[in-house]
């Protein structure tokens, strides 16, 4: 089965500075990949995603990578925000097969003022 | 908008208990799913099911199962608790066709 491996687990930039996160999948057939923040005490939301006939995407400070050829993609916040400060998991999943999605281990981004 | 709720935020068991944890999405969607989600572990699949009456095991189905009577509703069973199943609980529900998940607030169940 599929395998995602998350990093780091955590994070802490200063307001303002650009974040990233990193995930590598195991399954050369996961061809959707959703990045979830979960905030304290809620469970997680979707907050962008890319699929695999796309390199880049981006939604105003938020941009997602994906590197098929080496298997990973990643989370870039820019401008970060102390609201930005939450758990956030990065998923993968063979579109189609009713959205099973594999789960990275999480990362814990902390921004300090 | 999107709901998704269950039916406790905390729950304290004792080892050996029938657990149900319950959850309701009002968005009528097909696809439903229960995860765990514990500290360095990220979520876990442990069942879902597509339609009424339908399941499939995830990937930690041991110790426990579900039940789906009803569309909305997509209940958690542990059928004998034990202190290994003290986890963060998380319900989610999805629509046909799409991959985006709606996850539910989470219920922190704690088995002594």
């Known amino acids: 089965g599929e395998n995602v491996e998350q990093h780091p687990s955590t994070l802490s930039v200063q307001e303002g500075d650009s974040a990233v996160i990193k995930c590598t999948y195991s399954?050369?057939?996961?061809?959707?990949f959703p990045w979830y923040k979960q905030e304290l005490g809620k469970g997680p939301q979707l907050i962008i995603d890319?699929?695999?006939?796309?390199g880049e995407k981006k939604d105003q400070r938020i941009a997602v990578t994906l590197n098929k050829t080496a298997k990973h993609f990643s989370l870039h916040i820019t401008e970060t925000q102390p609201e930005d400060s939450a758990v956030y998991f990065c998923?993968?999943?063979?579109?189609?097969?009713?959205?099973?999605?594999?789960f990275g281990t999480g990362t814990r981004l902390q921004v300090t003022l | 908008d999107v709901k998704v709720t269950q039916s406790s935020r905390y729950l304290v068991k004792r080892t050996g208990e029938k657990v149900f944890l319950e959850c309701v999405q009002d968005?009528?969607?097909?696809?439903m799913f229960w995860y765990r989600q514990d500290p360095g572990l990220g979520l876990r699949l442990i069942y879902f099911?597509?339609?009424?009456?339908?399941?499939e095991k995830g990937d930690i189905p041991e110790g426990y199962s579900v039940s789906r009577e009803k569309k909305e509703r997509f209940s958690l069973i542990l059928e004998s608790a034990s202190t290994n199943q003290t986890s963060m609980y998380l319900c989610?529900?999805?629509?046909?066709?799409?991959?985006?998940?709606?996850f539910g607030p989470g219920t922190r169940l704690t088995v002594l």
């Open positions: 399954d050369s057939a996961s061809n959707y």
């Open positions: 099911s597509y339609d009424v009456k339908m399941k």
């Open positions: 968005m009528d969607h097909e696809n």
């Open positions: 989610a529900s999805s629509p046909p066709a799409t991959d985006t998940q709606y």
């Open positions: 890319i699929r695999s006939n796309v």
């Open positions: 998923a993968a999943s063979r579109s189609g097969t009713a959205s099973k999605l594999t």
